[in-house]
């Protein structure tokens, strides 16, 4: 799943091993964002059993499984053998474009091949292939901004950072003193600002950003009436800042921005005049004219091997019903592994470090902000890093720098595999065709499973539901799955499983979701909170339904949450509970079949939203 609202990468302090990896970094940079922040200690189920009495006895279970045999039926056993695989060191994250996700799709082609899946992709094969592009743009240096006739050079006097759509003019406008940014009480309202260059400071700073440099959306929603901001800050940038503002972006069509720049103190005492920072507000300072705009280009995300999905198809036996489809996805990425720094570090933490602090003081994983910890939380963490090393003979201090996804999405992954495998090899045929996709590049945007409903390899008005997979390995009782609209963090427990968009489209699917579960006895308990309108998670504009829905598909989306593992390093097999894991792939593949097997198409009742406009909870 992707992450919500990156924010810059920050540093959470760990403990290298006293043992055998002396070359463990005592930092970690990570991305992520804050939702909210736990403070107390965790349990976690190993491997579906019971929690034991010592809450991190998990460091203690094995790291390899022997490969067994896989069956026609859905088992926890199947599933383990197949996460082990993919989930393993070797796929190296499976991040999009990189030779470990090479590595993971050809797998699951042989494996759909192996079980008798048929090739959906292209020409005749399990893939599609796709190029990632992007309209990007510079900046146009040939023009630029000057007060009283006197020009304003571009990276010395000002930076203009990209808003993201077309910036307004700034020609022949007015400038006026904004105050002093601290919260947006303490500067003139949006009236004073309309059609005027507002010039503030910031004398607060923000975690993550350079000096005292503002939050830029923040600030940008105080003055929407502006014809642009200018923040006076550039003196404190570097000259590695001045220079990564220089880089392309992309941006997007809609209505005309605020131009947004940076200033030195003396271009914003050219303006205002000396002394500016004690003038009242909405003092009036000299006009600014001239103007600054974009170079535009396509261009094409570079990557060592090409973007996939994987498509195979189990026909359905209906003479007329074959030709419609019931799609079960699933992304095969994940994130990659931390590359060792240009300074020379290793990449590399302390996997059992790692993993006591974020089950202490970060139970969402890289949905929570990193904990800064005080001496007595320190101490904690230290002293029940010794007992585990202790425990453990120190194994659990082994480096680890790859962050494996066994829940994110190897769970989807695996459970496409084995629903695939139920579906060929069991007297169950469903009138419909089953479409299995695993979806590239989730993780990056969305990029598979928008390609495929933008370039279907079956027809997308034949495609009449999406059941999408993704995380559906833990759900513990001790695990904090996301928090309800209002922030109240909740927990998993036994047949935990969170259902987002079932009824968003089609009231009839979310009903027969209900149905399934209770005619089928799964015995599955499910959790709607994150699927509240304006919930802050965003969750159901997260993962790879909602480019389905874009086209008024009826999508449901299957997942038993987050937990402190969540894009970590600690993120592997041996965390998973497998019992639970079959118990709602059965479901989901009892599910399918009701869908494919009805005797009309699943109604839509609600409004379909526009295939190309953003998506808002």
Known sequence: MIVSNQLPSVSVKLQPSSHAFTTIEPTVKILFASVLIAAAPAAVLAQGKSASPDPWAALSLPRTHAPQPTHSAITAGDLQTRLYLFADDSMQGRRAGWEGNRKGVEWIASEAKRMGLKPAGDNGTYFQQFEKRFQVRDFDTTKTLSVE??????????????????????????????????????????????????????????????????????????FPSAAGVAVVVLDELSDSMRAGYKGLSGYGAGPLAPSYLYITRDVAERIMGQGFASLPLGTAGKPITGSFGFNTSEQVFPTDVPLRNVVALLPGTDPVLKNEYVVIGAH?????????????????????????????????????????LDASQQHAVDSILAHVRKMTNGKSARADSISNGADDDGTGTVSLLEIGEYFAKSPIKTKRSILLVWHVGEELGLWGSEYFT????????????????????????????????????????????????????????????????????????????????????????????????????????????????????????????????????????????????????????????????????
């Open 149 to 222: 006739g006197k020009a304003l050079h571009f990276w010395t006097d000002f930076i203009p950072r990209d808003p993201g759509r077309d910036p307004r003019s700034l020609d022949n406008v007015q400038t006026v003193w904004g105050g002093d940014w601290k919260d947006s009480s303490s500067v003139i309202t949006d009236a004073a600002s309309a059609g005027k260059l507002v010039v503030i400071t910031s004398s607060v700073t923000v975690p993550g950003n350079p000096g005292h440099v503002p939050s830029r959306p923040i600030v940008a929603a105080r």
């Open 332 to 372: 095969n990425d994940h994130i990659g592994f931390n590359k060792p720094g240009a300074n020379g570090r290793s990449g590399a933490v302390a996997h059992d470090s790692m993993y006591i602090v974020n089950h202490l003081y970060r139970k969402s994983g890289a949905d929570d902000a990193p904990p800064t």
């Open 454 to 617: 933008d370039h279907p390899t079956v027809s997308r008005d034949a495609i009449v539901a999406e059941l999408n997979i993704d995380m559906v390995g833990r759900g513990g009782a001790n695990d904090q799955t996301g928090a309800t609209i209002d922030g109240k963090a909740i927990l998993g427990g036994k047949g935990y499983l969170q259902l987002v968009g079932s009824r968003r489209l089609s009231t009839e699917l979310g009903d027969m979701a209900e149905r399934v579960n209770a005619s089928g006895k799964h015995n599955l308990k499910f959790d709607y909170a994150l699927d509240a309108n304006g919930h802050p998670a965003n969750i159901y504009c997260r993962s790879d339904h909602y480019e389905y829905a874009r086209y008024g598909i009826p999508i449901v989306f299957f997942t038993t949450g987050g937990h402190a593992d969540y894009h970590q390093v600690t993120d592997e097999p041996q965390y998973i509970d497998y019992p639970h894991m079959a118990q709602v792939d059965s479901y989901i593949a009892d599910l399918a079949v009701r869908v494919a097997n009805l005797d009309h198409r699943v109604a839509v009742d609600k409004p379909k939203p526009d295939p190309h406009g953003s998506c808002q909870q």
